[in-house]
């Protein structure tokens, strides 16, 4: 409320003299003062705050940040951090690959570069391990790729290695940096051409040094280059601004038209005492030091007043009521001001703009149709985002609202998860069914998933993520026997076999089966839509039919089979491709806290710890299942069809979504 009544009043008396010079002087963080002058601009000039123009401002903040936290001047030193090879882990290198400050390529194209290289996990890197995986993108990028790489080749070669003085060195800079792009058109405008000159006298303080410091290599040129960015404060000044906001309580020295003193509460006017604890208390105050004692506080407190009274026609003093909980006192120096009354309209822009009754509430749940000439996109995962919140399919499988690659290290829970899928896959081919599982001796077996593992690693670790699912493993692939993988991916083997082994345990038990298909592509056509979809696994049962098992090798949801949005819709559409045969479905997690099957079937005993469908007084209860799961899914599918998109998550299905942003359910509060 006291930044909203300095905005306003620097207004009105704007307003009344265009050329009036005001002061507003807001001791403590600098982010108040931020807030501040960003709500006397909306106040000022609403126009120019709605459209984001670059109109030389009317307000500035005395002082300034550090140099190097500039987003400019941030992106040249990390620029320069990785022409001279140094590591930095992904993120921030995906920041600077993605930043504004490039001339080129186009921030489009450098974007979908970054989405390229999240395929190829990598958490730290060199600027040549990036130039390397260039290389490595598909065709449509290439040019993009080739360009950036002559780019930085050429601008790495600019900056050169070895010793040389700082001169030197600041010479090098500036021209690797013109090389590299930086910074791009971005630095057009008047604070752009500003911080720019500002960097280029930096570089010149950095050439300063030859006499004093000698022949440096590069990082050493660098750490001195950070340091004196790091050092160097920096605002850039704006035109004649009318109002100065300063978080120094002193005087003023020249005269203004208006000064506005905030913050004035009792705990802070007059500052309390804070004497020097390395000096001797006595001969502080004897000397006068105005922080030694109250008394000099309060004689300083009342200069202070004496000296805004004086530089000013106007002086207007305010203390908040509150900060965050705690209730505050005026300071007792402003004693006999009555307390003006609260403006009538508020200064913040959003709340100016505000219509009371105006605002319309419009619910809009549809989006367009899906064709449904088209296969359903990403076959079964359509249904399953229909199912967990219609409005997550539509921003994913039809906005492109996806999700980005995280790069951490060690091995990313969804590549264990395909590399155990493809373990299982090629033991299985091997196996063929239940009798040579059995009649296989325990050694024997380890060597066989030993050598299944190893395979899929081949298949699946080695190679980049995108559509590593949806591409078959190349058959019979011949291993490196002679190259021996790296620590991380021997653990991660040895942590599959282990996981295969205890699921080996567990199908030891089961009644004879034999193994029908692994990863087999089938198609439903349901609701008038095709539907490609990929099996795990499809088991034929000795005692006739065949089960359904789908592999999950993260944390185990505990299954809702005849709810109205049941948990594992894909195994339903699986059923329902495969017709009546099917006597039995079910997850099988595979994971270091269990291994379990978790599923329904048409009688106990069919697969471990799976129950039989429960008894409804129909004559055939599992046949009335099968038809209840037909309705879900033809109903999740004639919904993704008319582009169903209302936002109705599933109970949880908010926890993991990483489209909250768009759908905004936290505004309705039921996030
Ligand atoms: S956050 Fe919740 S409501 Fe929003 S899209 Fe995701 S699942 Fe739906």
């Known amino acids: 409320e006291e930044l909203e009544r300095i905005a306003g009043w620097c207004r009105e008396r704007l307003l009344a003299r265009a050329d009036a010079r005001l002061l507003v002087v807001l001791p403590g963080a600098a982010g108040a003062r931020e807030r501040l002058a960003a709500l006397i601009r909306q106040a000022l000039d609403p126009a120019s705050a709605l459209a984001g123009s670059g109109a030389p401002s009317r307000v500035a903040i005395e002082g300034g940040q550090p140099l190097a936290q500039r987003p400019m001047i941030a992106q040249a030193l990390a620029t320069l951090a990785h022409l001279a090879g140094a590591e930095s882990d992904f993120e921030a290198f995906s920041r600077w690959l993605r930043a504004p400050y490039w001339g080129r390529p186009a921030a489009p194209l450098r974007a979908r570069l970054d989405v390229r290289l999240r395929e190829r996990p990598m958490a730290r890197l060199r600027l040549r391990d990036f130039l390397g995986a260039l290389g490595l993108v598909p065709a449509d990028l290439q040019p993009t790729a080739r360009e950036l790489n002559a780019q930085l080749t050429g601008a790495a070669a600019t900056l050169g290695e070895g010793s040389a003085s700082p001169r030197l060195w600041s010479e090098r800079f500036a021209a690797a940096l013109s090389a590299a792009g930086w910074p791009g058109p971005l630095a057009a405008d008047g604070v752009g051409q500003q911080t720019r000159l500002r960097w280029h006298e930096l570089l010149d303080e950095l050439g300063g040094l030859t006499a004093s410091v000698g022949s440096l290599a590069c990082d050493e040129a660098l750490r001195l280059v950070h340091e004196l960015a790091s050092r160097t404060p920096y605002r850039p000044a704006d035109e004649d601004p009318s109002v100065t906001v300063s978080p120094v309580p002193s005087d003023p020295v020249v005269r203004y038209d208006g000064i506005w003193v905030a913050g004035l509460h009792a705990e802070a006017f007059p500052q309390p005492p804070q004497p020097d604890p390395f000096l001797p208390l006595g001969a502080q105050v004897a000397s006068g030091v105005p922080s030694a004692s109250a008394t000099h506080r309060l004689a300083q407190a009342r200069a202070q007043l004496a000296a805004w009274r004086r530089s000013a026609d106007e002086l207007i003093l305010s203390a908040p009521a509150h900060a965050e909980d705690l209730e505050l006192l005026p300071s007792p120096l402003l004693a006999g001001t009555a307390p003006e009354p609260l403006p009538r309209r508020s200064a913040w822009l959003p709340a100016r703009l505000h219509r009371e009754g105006l605002t319309e509430s419009l619910v809009d749940a549809t989006g367009r149709p899906w064709t449904a000439a088209l296969p359903l996109p990403r076959g079964t995962r359509s249904l399953d985002l229909q199912n967990q919140c219609p409005f997550r399919a539509y921003a994913e ?134 539907l490609h979809m990929r099996i795990d696994r499809v088991d034929a049962l000795e005692g006739g039919g065949r089960a359904i098992l789908d ?75 099968q038809h209840a799961w037909r309705a879900v899914v033809t109903r999740l599918i004639r919904a993704f069809l008319a582009g169903d998109a209302a936002v109705d998550p599933r109970p949880g299905a908010c926890d993991y979504c990483h489209v909250r942003d768009v759908c905004r359910i936290l505004e309705t509060g039921d996030g």
Do not use: M
């Open 397 to 530: 499988l039809r906005l492109g609202c996806t999700r980005r690659e995280r790069i951490e290290p060690g091995i990313a829970p969804n590549r264990r998860g395909e590399l155990l899928h493809a373990a299982l896959e090629s033991l299985w081919e091997r196996l063929g069914d239940s009798r040579s599982l059995a009649g296989l001796s325990d050694a024997a077996l380890d060597a066989l998933i030993a050598r299944s593992v190893e395979e899929a690693v081949q298949g699946t670790l080695a190679r980049p993520l995108r559509g590593r699912r949806t591409q078959r493993r190349p058959r019979g692939s011949q291993l490196d026997l002679f190259a021996r993988p790296p620590p991380i991916l021997e653990r991660e083997c040895r942590r599959a076999a282990r996981l295969i082994r205890r699921l080996c345990d567990t199908e030891r038990a089961r009644p004879p089966f034999r193994v029908e298909a692994t990863e087999g592509d089938v198609r439903l056509t349901l609701a008038g839509a095709t």
């Open 551 to 625: 592999y999950k090798t993260g944390k185990r949801v505990s299954a809702d089979w005849y709810g109205e949005r049941p948990t594992h819709p894909q195994l339903l559409a699986y059923a329902e491709a495969l017709g009546r045969d099917v006597v039995a479905l079910a997850t099988v997690t595979v994971s270091a806290r269990e291994v379990r099957f978790e599923g329904l079937a048409r009688a106990p005993e069919l697969l471990p710890q799976v129950r039989a469908v429960s008894a409804t007084g129909a004559p055939d209860a599992w046949a009335e299942r």
